[in-house]
């Protein structure tokens, strides 16, 4: 199907759910899907008709132009706006292309986000921390709600593992290309000779799931309650509260102690829980789909050293896009990420293009 058959299919389309949506007949929930089709539809339909006008414009210029009774001087203006028109489609049309990459399904979904300390003793849990309040803080900064559902923390105030809920309007079209091995390179506050040490953290970024999306059957679970342990308050060691959930048929295994409620703490891992056994099967889905793609952006491989962080320089390097940004203090605060974030997306949209060629 040519680029001008899509974008007329868009625009019927676009026609077709106008009049479905003003029938009597229509029920809520029907009236709810065909009302989220035409949120969807209406960018690419807007720019389909820009593009209709300026082939029709140009069909009418060439048109002038080649009318024997044209005079030269109205030939020659005819002649300039269509340069300017022709020199302006390749741009709209790629932004047509872009609006018509398939969509991941999961891009408008809340997240779970969890890190963990890699290879680095304490310095590594360190970090960790610092990453995961610089996600803490770029959700505050968007307005997203950030629960912390698992804090395992050391005594020097890293985080071996922290695991949190970021809930929000397209969270894991943001933050999914942030799976991978976060490498930091810095003085540790331990450190007495003022020697530079290398550590990583590991991040995954998982599409937070709801019930329907995976069934969990309740025989295949082993639920273990145990008293907590760590920083949690005064109650930690005074019941079992905490939970460790096993789903038997994967090893998959979740644990939560953040709440003095062993029900919320039930709720919070089972979260999790369905959240990592979704990601699975959609990472199952895709590679059957493109059995050898591996992408340079966003391809999920958490043994991937995806990013760099150095505090003498201060700078921060993406090694998958080779964009190095010298704002590292205003990074782990949580103001610049969209920068990077951007130029993931752009990549990542400029690898699928190339893909469609």
């Known amino acids: 199907m040519s680029m001008s058959d899509k974008l007329s299919g868009v625009i019927t389309r676009q026609e077709e759910l106008t009049a479905l949506m003003s029938s009597e007949n229509l029920s809520a929930p029907d009236f709810a899907a065909l ?49 300017a028109l022709a020199a302006s489609l390749p741009a709209l049309e790629r932004e047509v292309q872009i609006l018509l990459l398939p969509k991941d399904a999961a891009d408008d979904r809340s997240a779970i986000l969890e890190v963990r300390a890699g290879t680095g003793g304490d310095e590594a849990s360190l970090f960790a ?90 025989k295949d679970l082993r639920i273990d309650t145990y008293r907590a342990s760590g920083a949690g308050g005064q109650h930690v060691n005074k019941t079992d509260s905490a939970i460790r959930i096993t789903h038997i048929p994967t090893g998959v295994v979740v644990q939560c102690q953040d709440e003095k409620s062993q029900h919320k703490n039930r709720a919070k891992a089972m979260k999790v829980l369905r959240s990592r056994l979704y990601e699975a099967e959609r990472q199952r889905q895709q590679d059957e789909r493109s059995e050898n793609r591996r992408s340079q952006v966003g391809s999920g491989d958490r043994s991937e050293r995806i990013r760099t962080y150095n505090y003498p320089q201060g700078r921060v390097t993406d090694h998958r896009i080779n964009l190095t940004v010298h704002k590292l203090e205003r990074i782990m605060n949580g103001e610049e990420l969209d920068h990077i974030f951007d130029a993931l997306l752009a990549e990542d949209r400029a690898e699928r293009l190339a893909e469609l060629q």
Request: charged residues 30%.
């Open 129 to 218: 921390a610092d990453l995961f309040r610089m996600y803490q803080r770029y959700a505050e900064n968007h307005g997203w709600r950030f629960e912390p559902i698992e804090v395992n923390d050391t005594e020097l105030g890293g985080f071996k593992e922290a695991i949190a809920s970021i809930g929000g309007a397209g969270v894991f079209a943001k933050l999914k290309f942030e799976s991978g091995v976060h490498r930091v390179q810095r003085v540790p506050a331990t450190e007495s000779g003022g020697r530079i040490h290398t550590s990583a953290a590991t991040v995954a970024v998982l599409p937070e799931a709801e019930e329907v999306d995976i069934s969990v059957d309740e």
């Open 35 to 83: 009302s989220k089709e035409y949120a969807e539809l209406s960018p690419i339909a807007e720019k389909a008709r820009e593009v209709h006008g300026i082939l029709s414009e140009l069909s009418d210029l060439e048109e002038l132009m080649s009318d024997a009774d044209t005079d030269a001087e109205m030939r020659s203006m005819a002649g300039e706006e269509h340069r």
